[in-house]
């Protein structure tokens, strides 16, 4: 090798090294400046009917439809031409007297969900769903069969496919139940069944004419394994038999209980050590009309007597996990108890159906009575049956809330009417008044005559957390306390991943910097059935066998198992690299949403050169469409995108540009909006983009996209000067800088985005052991070199440790493949010197201890 050759080597690795500097920063601890006391009661878990979160979820039944009753129609609508429709009658929101057009696709199932019947050899049998002779009101239909030809050689079966399969294993054991009447004299053998037509086990019941209906009870052990098993009824004689309310569960559920929870959802959320859980809902507690809105007195007694109660989120609920069961499993946990009731008012984003303002007694009794049973004397109305029903002593039922989502006017007057009647009963039991979908808002509150807490929910996108780390500082305190009881990052980020979580440690600081504040929170949604899935990113996903908890649940578990008593001042200073990489580093593209829109004399401009401009007569071949309708028109030498819908989008071909100036001319033909530039397209699925003409043309905003169709804001809207003509060529020009873009119409500079801080820290103190607690949040893909000058210790530091939860990208998750691949690890500290120092690895959150002699 030359000394030239030498040279350029050592030039190159310099220049390498530099590029990459890492950061630096400090941390200022002073453990004697306190703050505000942080609520013990701030981690909670919120439980919602939504995507089988419970049926088929954390509800151990094995059994779909085990009533026969899942091809109703829900209460209060009319099905026409596969949808189902709510009464047209006024919605609570709208207007005078505004009709929502709200209706709801209905799935045909037919007669049978789940269930099939089967004739072996040269059995025949067939079925029939009647409603002659029910076992009881809240099954009125039962499934009647016709077997003919049948023997020990010729069978028939009646099979359920259980929740996408049921999960068998071996040497396990399922108790079974069914009701059944009839003309048949002989067994019926119950069978679980593996794919390949294995036989896993068995039991078997003798049937002698019963001409009312009877219940059969049996236990079947399993003698091998089999994720994707079917339950059968085998019959082996000719007759007519009635058959109601099959059910199997496991015997080993959480706790052990009959009718009750499956083990590994179950144990996920008591690991999270939740201080509440609310239940049921969410959207579920309002239902698509209020004639289909659940009944908490239908959820009570025994299982084969209580009504089903459809959910909005598209499938029929059991209520075999009831409020009895909820408030047993809240006691069992250790958690406090937060139930939500119907305000007289259906969800706001369907039907918007409700009870007239002058017949709401009903409502308020309802909430009266389900207070009264979970807390009342054994010689109460409901305290008795409580009692009757195995529970003397109350249940831990602390916090109750009026509606879910409700907000305005005339929810507060409605809120007041539950809130006089609750406190003049129960003056200890805390009331939370609904805001809606987003923050506190006078909208509601100033009409609201007294709230114990006011709930916020804070679905944000990728980025707003760290944006807005100040959020809850500059809310103007009042005589309420604040509930976020839902939260989530969940738009930009898949279906949940490391920079979800990031986003999610950094709002959890948020809220505990401002315990003054925010005293209780709960993430949503908490399970999702990866069969039905109505939600982008939830916290815990399971199907019928195994389950996996995202990264963001063990950012809160962290966060919750460490949470301080008082918070003490912390404060972050973040050098920079001494060079920076280019943070908008990639391609560019062009796209359109619900608009026709055409692009000409595209340029790249770098160091005041063109590096790239476009043809698209003689070098279209230089583009790559990925969605839409894109055509030359000779004319004027323009593309033009013509089809219509979301997201359509081209990209230029192999190249990828750092710091650059882009210009172009943009016309819109016809549409709803008008022109979407991308810029550091990383790939057909990745990039960011600058949106001029957003939500129907009136504002700007930038945007990121992640699996093609995610997309969230990384900016704050502005509003246009002027709404998009059509028919008029508009230059754009975006100056994409290091760490900042400018965009730019007709020279007029319109929005602006930088790059967030992406290092959060804050500082607690443990009121029970002493310790210092410092949580520290790295955002970015390098690692932060971190002093930590700490003051105010009442003696000399003993012991330091750190966890940590990192990941070495912001697209990676835990799995069903890998489901423990991110979680937090532990580590014990040394301090050598004075301030201490720590690298803090790129993306990840960190909690660090350290206790004094």
Same mark, same amino acid.
């Given at each position: 090798?030359?000394?030239?050759?030498?040279?350029?080597?050592?030039?190159?690795?310099?220049?390498?090294?530099?590029?990459?500097?890492?950061?630096?920063?400090?941390?200022?601890?002073?453990?004697?400046?306190?703050?505000?006391?942080?609520?013990?009661?701030?981690?909670?878990?919120?439980?919602?009917?939504?995507?089988?979160?419970?049926?088929?979820?954390?509800?151990?039944?094995?059994?779909?439809?085990?009533?026969?009753?899942?091809?109703?129609?829900?209460?209060?609508?009319?099905?026409?031409?596969?949808?189902?429709?709510?009464?047209?009658?006024?919605?609570?929101?709208?207007?005078?007297?505004?009709?929502?057009?709200?209706?709801?696709?209905?799935?045909?199932?037919?007669?049978?969900?789940?269930?099939?019947?089967?004739?072996?050899?040269?059995?025949?049998?067939?079925?029939?769903?009647?409603?002659?002779?029910?076992?009881?009101?809240?099954?009125?239909?039962?499934?009647?069969?016709?077997?003919?030809?049948?023997?020990?050689?010729?069978?028939?079966?009646?099979?359920?496919?259980?929740?996408?399969?049921?999960?068998?294993?071996?040497?396990?054991?399922?108790?079974?139940?069914?009701?059944?009447?009839?003309?048949?004299?002989?067994?019926?053998?119950?069978?679980?069944?593996?794919?390949?037509?294995?036989?896993?086990?068995?039991?078997?019941?003798?049937?002698?004419?019963?001409?009312?209906?009877?219940?059969?009870?049996?236990?079947?052990?399993?003698?091998?394994?089999?994720?994707?098993?079917?339950?059968?009824?085998?019959?082996?004689?000719?007759?007519?038999?009635?058959?109601?309310?099959?059910?199997?569960?496991?015997?080993?559920?959480?706790?052990?209980?009959?009718?009750?929870?499956?083990?590994?959802?179950?144990?996920?959320?008591?690991?999270?050590?939740?201080?509440?859980?609310?239940?049921?809902?969410?959207?579920?507690?309002?239902?698509?009309?209020?004639?289909?809105?659940?009944?908490?007195?239908?959820?009570?007694?025994?299982?084969?007597?209580?009504?089903?109660?459809?959910?909005?989120?598209?499938?029929?609920?059991?209520?075999?996990?009831?409020?009895?069961?909820?408030?047993?499993?809240?006691?069992?946990?250790?958690?406090?108890?937060?139930?939500?009731?119907?305000?007289?008012?259906?969800?706001?984003?369907?039907?918007?159906?409700?009870?007239?303002?002058?017949?709401?007694?009903?409502?308020?009794?309802?909430?009266?009575?389900?207070?009264?049973?979970?807390?009342?004397?054994?010689?109460?109305?409901?305290?008795?049956?409580?009692?009757?029903?195995?529970?003397?002593?109350?249940?831990?039922?602390?916090?109750?809330?009026?509606?879910?989502?409700?907000?305005?006017?005339?929810?507060?007057?409605?809120?007041?009417?539950?809130?006089?009647?609750?406190?003049?009963?129960?003056?200890?039991?805390?009331?939370?008044?609904?805001?809606?979908?987003?923050?506190?808002?006078?909208?509601?509150?100033?009409?609201?005559?007294?709230?114990?807490?006011?709930?916020?929910?804070?679905?944000?996108?990728?980025?707003?957390?760290?944006?807005?780390?100040?959020?809850?500082?500059?809310?103007?305190?009042?005589?309420?306390?604040?509930?976020?009881?839902?939260?989530?990052?969940?738009?930009?980020?898949?279906?949940?991943?490391?920079?979800?979580?990031?986003?999610?440690?950094?709002?959890?600081?948020?809220?505990?910097?401002?315990?003054?504040?925010?005293?209780?929170?709960?993430?949503?949604?908490?399970?999702?059935?990866?069969?039905?899935?109505?939600?982008?990113?939830?916290?815990?996903?399971?199907?019928?066998?195994?389950?996996?908890?995202?990264?963001?649940?063990?950012?809160?578990?962290?966060?919750?198992?460490?949470?301080?008593?008082?918070?003490?001042?912390?404060?972050?200073?973040?050098?920079?690299?001494?060079?920076?990489?280019?943070?908008?580093?990639?391609?560019?593209?062009?796209?359109?949403?619900?608009?026709?829109?055409?692009?000409?004399?595209?340029?790249?401009?770098?160091?005041?050169?063109?590096?790239?401009?476009?043809?698209?007569?003689?070098?279209?071949?230089?583009?790559?469409?990925?969605?839409?309708?894109?055509?030359?028109?000779?004319?004027?030498?323009?593309?033009?995108?013509?089809?219509?819908?979301?997201?359509?989008?081209?990209?230029?071909?192999?190249?990828?540009?750092?710091?650059?100036?882009?210009? $172009? @001319? %943009?016309?819109? =033909?016809?549409?709803? +909006?008008? #022109?979407?530039?991308?810029?550091?397209?990383?790939?057909? &699925?990745?990039?960011?983009?600058?949106?001029?003409?957003?939500?129907?043309?009136?504002?700007?905003?930038?945007?990121?996209?992640?699996?093609?169709?995610?997309?969230?804001?990384?900016?704050?809207?502005?509003?246009?000067?002027?709404?998009?003509?059509?028919?008029?060529?508009?230059?754009?020009?975006?100056?994409?800088?290091?760490?900042?873009?400018?965009?730019?119409?007709?020279?007029?500079?319109?929005?602006?985005?930088?790059?967030?801080?992406?290092?959060?820290?804050?500082?607690?103190?443990?009121?029970?052991?002493?310790?210092?607690?410092?949580?520290?949040?790295?955002?970015?893909?390098?690692?932060?070199?971190?002093?930590?000058?700490?003051?105010?210790?009442?003696?000399?530091?003993?012991?330091?440790?750190?966890?940590? $939860? @990192? %990941?070495?990208? =912001?697209?990676?998750? +835990?799995? #069903?493949?890998?489901?423990?691949?991110?979680?937090?690890? &532990?580590?014990?500290?040394?301090?050598?010197?004075?301030?201490?120092?720590?690298?803090?690895?790129?993306?990840?959150?960190?909690?660090?201890?350290?206790?004094?002699?």
């Amino acid at each position: 090798m030359n000394c030239k050759s030498i040279f350029l080597t050592a030039l190159s690795i310099a220049f390498c090294m530099a590029t990459i500097a890492q950061r630096e920063a400090t941390v200022r601890v002073s453990l004697s400046d306190t703050g505000a006391i942080v609520a013990p009661t701030l981690h909670g878990v919120f439980f919602e009917e939504i995507s089988h979160g419970g049926e088929g979820g954390i509800y151990a039944e094995l059994i779909q439809n085990r009533g026969f009753e899942e091809a109703n129609i829900p209460p209060g609508t009319t099905l026409k031409d596969g949808f189902i429709f709510p009464p047209a009658t006024p919605h609570f929101s709208l207007s005078g007297n505004a009709v929502s057009d709200w209706k709801m696709e209905w799935p045909n199932h037919g007669e049978f969900p789940a269930w099939t019947v089967h004739a072996n050899g040269n059995a025949a049998i067939s079925e029939l769903r009647t409603s002659n002779n029910p076992l009881n009101d809240a099954t009125p239909h039962s499934l009647q069969i016709e077997i003919s030809k049948a023997d020990a050689a010729n069978t028939a079966d009646v099979i359920n496919e259980g929740f996408w399969g049921i999960n068998v294993q071996a040497n396990e054991n399922y108790n079974l139940n069914f009701f059944l009447r009839g003309n048949y004299k002989g067994q019926v053998k119950a069978l679980l069944v593996a794919q390949d037509g294995t036989i896993l086990g068995s039991c078997t019941s003798q049937v002698n004419n019963d001409v009312k209906w009877r219940k059969y009870v049996g236990v079947i052990k399993a003698q091998k394994t089999d994720t994707k098993a079917k339950f059968v009824l085998r019959f082996d004689r000719p007759g007519t038999v009635w058959l109601d309310f099959v059910s199997l569960f496991p015997q080993k559920t959480f706790h052990n209980r009959p009718n009750g929870l499956r083990q590994d959802l179950a144990q996920y959320i008591a690991d999270l050590k939740p201080a509440f859980i609310r239940w049921p809902g969410g959207c579920f507690v309002e239902g698509i009309t209020i004639q289909s809105a659940p009944d908490w007195k239908a959820t009570i007694g025994p299982v084969e007597k209580r009504h089903s109660t459809y959910s909005p989120w598209g499938y029929w609920t059991s209520n075999g996990f009831g409020y009895h069961e909820y408030l047993q499993y809240c006691e069992d946990i250790g958690a406090a108890a937060l139930y939500v009731f119907n305000a007289g008012v259906s969800c706001d984003f369907r039907s918007g159906t409700f009870a007239p303002d002058d017949s709401l007694q009903p409502y308020i009794q309802s909430a009266l009575d389900a207070i009264d049973y979970a807390i009342g004397p054994v010689n109460s109305k409901w305290g008795k049956l409580r009692a009757a029903n195995g529970h003397p002593k109350p249940f831990p039922l602390q916090y109750v809330e009026i509606g879910n989502e409700q907000n305005g006017p005339r929810y507060a007057e409605r809120y007041n009417i539950f809130y006089d009647a609750i406190k003049a009963k129960y003056p200890n039991i805390k009331t939370i008044a609904s805001m809606g979908i987003g923050d506190v808002n006078d909208f509601t509150l100033k009409k609201m005559r007294r709230v114990d807490f006011a709930d916020e929910h804070a679905y944000k996108s990728a980025g707003w957390a760290m944006r807005n780390f100040e959020h809850f500082d500059k809310y103007k305190r009042g005589a309420w306390d604040i509930y976020v009881g839902e939260y989530a990052t969940n738009a930009g980020v898949g279906a949940g991943n490391m920079e979800a979580a990031l986003n999610d440690a950094v709002y959890i600081m948020s809220m505990e910097k401002n315990g003054d504040l925010v005293k209780m929170s709960s993430y949503a949604p908490l399970l999702v059935n990866t069969n039905d899935i109505d939600w982008p990113v939830n916290l815990i996903n399971f199907d019928n066998a195994q389950s996996f908890a995202r990264i963001s649940y063990y950012a809160i578990k962290m966060m919750n198992e460490n949470r301080a008593g008082i918070n003490v001042k912390a404060v972050v200073n973040i050098g920079s690299p001494v060079i920076k990489k280019p943070a908008f580093a990639g391609g560019i593209g062009l796209a359109t949403w619900d608009t026709k829109t055409a692009y000409k004399d595209i340029e790249v401009i770098q160091n005041g050169k063109t590096i790239f401009k476009s043809d698209f007569i003689n070098d279209l071949n230089n583009w790559q469409f990925v969605r839409g309708q894109w055509g030359v028109n000779s004319s004027d030498s323009s593309l033009q995108q013509t089809a219509e819908g979301a997201q359509q989008f081209e990209m230029l071909k192999n190249k990828s540009f750092e710091t650059y100036t882009l210009q $172009l @001319k %943009a016309k819109k =033909l016809e549409g709803y +909006n008008a #022109f979407i530039i991308p810029f550091a397209v990383k790939d057909s &699925n990745t990039f960011y983009r600058a949106h001029i003409g957003a939500w129907v043309n009136k504002v700007g905003v930038f945007e990121k996209v992640t699996n093609g169709y995610d997309v969230s804001n990384i900016s704050s809207t502005v509003n246009l000067p002027d709404s998009i003509q059509a028919g008029k060529w508009y230059d754009i020009r975006l100056e994409v800088g290091l760490d900042t873009v400018k965009c730019f119409l007709n020279d007029k500079l319109i929005m602006t985005y930088s790059e967030p801080v992406k290092m959060f820290a804050i500082a607690g103190k443990d009121d029970k052991t002493g310790d210092a607690i410092i949580k520290v949040v790295n955002g970015y893909g390098d690692a932060v070199e971190t002093d930590f000058d700490l003051t105010g210790f009442a003696g000399s530091i003993s012991k330091i440790t750190q966890t940590t $939860l @990192k %990941a070495s990208s =912001l697209n990676d998750e +835990n799995s #069903f493949a890998e489901k423990n691949k991110f979680v937090p690890v &532990n580590y014990s500290i040394e301090m050598k010197a004075k301030p201490l120092h720590l690298s803090i690895s790129p993306y990840s959150i960190n909690v660090i201890r350290i206790s004094t002699k």
